[in-house]
């Protein structure tokens, strides 16, 4: 089966840390390229960053030099390091596959996980 699986979202606290895992099965994801998206609460879907599948990265500026994205290939997994969160950063969070298009809409990509809640409330 084709399967792509977010996790380790929780609650933090303002200023606190965390690291989602994309994990993937029955496909090889070093081949795609790997955008993530966020939704908040009454909000579209918003896409803020993507690694090609040669490792290059493009951010959005509300997260440039908070969040970081890298790939274990051997693991099959993409990693999303999130440092120094903030209240509006609470949403549900996506990892999906590239296919073509515009990095930041979501009609760009095909293969989508189920969500990982993060929530940074005092």
């Known amino acids: 089966q084709v399967q792509l699986v977010e996790s380790g979202g929780e609650l933090v606290q303002p200023g606190g840390s965390l690291r989602l895992s994309c994990a993937a099965s029955?496909?090889?994801?070093?081949?795609?390229?790997i955008g993530w998206f966020r939704q908040a609460p009454g909000t579209g879907r918003e896409g803020f960053l993507c690694?090609?599948?040669?490792?290059?990265?493009s951010y959005i500026d509300s997260v440039k030099g908070r969040f970081t994205i890298s790939r274990d290939n051997a693991k099959n997994t993409v990693y999303l390091q999130m440092n120094s969160l903030k209240p509006e950063d609470t949403a549900i969070y996506y990892c999906?596959?590239?296919?073509?298009?515009?990095?930041?809409?979501?009609?760009?990509?095909?293969?989508w996980g189920q969500g990982t809640q993060v929530t940074v409330s005092s």
């Open positions: 999906a596959t590239f296919v073509e298009g515009s990095y930041y809409a979501s009609t760009s990509y095909r293969f």
């Open positions: 029955g496909f090889t994801l070093e081949y795609y390229p």
């Open positions: 690694i090609s599948n040669s490792g290059s990265t």
